[in-house]
């Protein structure tokens, strides 16, 4: 008696269904193309936020910060997003005019003005960064220092993590007979798996 007759379902049956239509991959813009990062780190960015009645610091976010070098220049931009929705919280290039000045009581966290450009509009804004490591805060003091007197900027290493290796576009041609070549195959693996299966049920017989 065949497995067939045993159990009523034939577990050599394979059925494919192709795709009606094939989606091409569309390429995101991060708006960081052509930048390479020098340094990033985790931490808390504020606002001073001044009215009529009062005067304090609002979270602007919290996130990663990163110094971006535009290739082939020195110029550096600090740029920052909100964790989860990645909304631009800090973007502006560091100019010899930017002085950092330290948050008072804190040798955590750093203060300084600048115009900053959100994605939407520039603004002028007073921020205050804060870091969880003092290591972290000297780190970011040192290099935002370095890049503001544009001290030998170009020297200054991408981050290891963060380098981009230029990978070559495959053909749409070079694609399709990919796929061919894998879909012929797993047709080869299934029929062998077929064969294989007939001589166990013959034996059997």
């Known amino acids: 008696m065949s497995k067939v007759e045993e159990t009523g379902v034939d577990e050599t049956y394979s059925r494919q269904f192709e795709p009606v239509m094939v989606l091409p991959e569309v390429k995101m813009s991060t708006g960081e193309e052509g930048e390479d990062c020098l340094w990033k780190c ?28 535009k290739r082939g220049t020195e110029n550096v931009r600090l740029i920052m997003r909100r964790q989860h929705t990645l909304k631009i919280c800090l973007n502006h290039y560091i100019i010899p005019s930017l002085k950092l000045q330290a948050n008072s009581g804190s040798d955590k966290a750093w203060v300084w003005a600048a115009s900053d450009f959100d994605g939407e509009k520039m603004t002028d804004e007073i921020f205050c960064i804060r870091f969880n490591l003092v290591e972290e805060a000297q780190k970011f003091k040192e290099l935002f220092e370095r890049c503001a007197k544009q001290d030998k900027v170009g020297e200054i290493p991408v981050m290891q993590d963060d380098k981009k290796e230029e990978k070559k576009e495959e053909k749409p041609e070079e694609k399709a007979e990919e796929k061919k070549e894998e879909k012929a195959e797993e047709k080869k693996e299934e029929k062998t798996e077929e064969k294989k299966e007939e001589k166990t049920e013959e034996k059997k017989e």
Do not use: M, N
């Open 42 to 69: 985790r931490a808390k960015l504020l606002r001073l936020f001044k009215s009529e009645s009062t005067t304090e610091w609002k979270e602007r976010g919290v996130g990663d910060v990163k110094f971006l070098r």
